[in-house]
């Protein structure tokens, strides 16, 4: 029999199809693009014109529609849909073109070799360990040679007063209680971390090795 599934696609539609109904939070707003940040530039400037790229986890757009205001032709997907689609309608009240694209939790319904560019923005850090691995080769399925990943995991909250949280055998947390109930959360090691990158990428930065607050990875696909 194959194993359950565990995955928190509940606990996002939730929070975004709320966000939806009742007003996108302020901390959803603000893009990575908005204030300097030399990991982001350096991404943003080393994708070629034009580039394809994928908000992978796109959450409510908040990062896609920088990319696409800046000439990029992007994609998102988030494992709640409503998230994807509320972006793609953003892009179209400004006169863009956002592709929402399907993805179901571990996998992600783009042709191989098609995507120059991923942002995966807090989003490997709420999958377990085999669904981060799972995607990471998903990424490198889609993933053009050269292409470029944007990649961020947030702090551990295993010390947040609010994380009632089971943790499962491959240590991700999922939260049984409090307003993160039903979220998954992996604490990962910068080893983890970069295990997950380590074969068909190279590693052009990786920061916060030391810090206890967000990690952040620059890597490039290569064949
Ligand atoms: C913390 S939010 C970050 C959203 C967005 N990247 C941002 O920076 O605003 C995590 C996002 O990842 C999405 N997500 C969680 N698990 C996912 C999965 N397996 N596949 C795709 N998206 C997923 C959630 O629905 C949510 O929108």
């Known amino acids: ?5 565990i995955y928190s696609g509940e606990f996002w539609e939730r929070i975004i199809d709320d966000a939806i109904e009742n007003g996108v939070p302020e901390s959803w707003q603000e893009s990575i693009f908005d204030d300097e940040h030399p990991l982001v530039d350096a991404f943003v400037e080393r994708l070629p014109d034009g580039a394809r790229v994928l908000d992978f986890g796109c959450g ?3 990062n896609a529609l920088p990319l696409a205001r800046r000439g990029f032709r992007v994609s998102a997907c988030d494992v709640a849909e409503a998230g994807s689609r509320f972006t793609a309608e953003r892009a179209r009240g ?3 073109a956002i592709e929402a694209v399907g993805c179901d939790g571990d996998s992600i319904a783009m042709g191989d070799e098609s ?3 991923f942002l995966a923005w807090s989003v490997l850090d709420h999958v377990t360990l085999a669904d981060a691995t799972s995607l990471t080769l998903e990424f490198a399925r889609i993933a053009r040679a050269g292409a470029l990943l944007l990649v961020s995991i947030d702090e551990d909250k295993s010390k947040d007063p609010e994380s009632v949280a089971e943790v499962l055998p491959d240590g991700t947390h999922r939260y049984t209680g409090g307003r993160r ?10 080893k983890e971390i970069l295990g997950l990158f380590a074969e068909g990428w190279e590693r052009l ?4 090795a030391d810090a206890t607050v967000h990690r952040r990875g620059l890597f490039r696909r290569v064949r």
């Not at 930065?205 to 916060?208: A, L, P, Y």
């Open 1 to 5: 029999m194959a194993a359950q599934r």
């Open 60 to 62: 409510l757009g908040r």
């Open 94 to 96: 400004e006169g863009l």
């Open 115 to 117: 995507v120059d560019g």
């Open 181 to 190: 109930e039903g979220m998954l959360f992996r604490p990962y090691t910068n």
């Open 205 to 208: 930065v990786f920061e916060g």
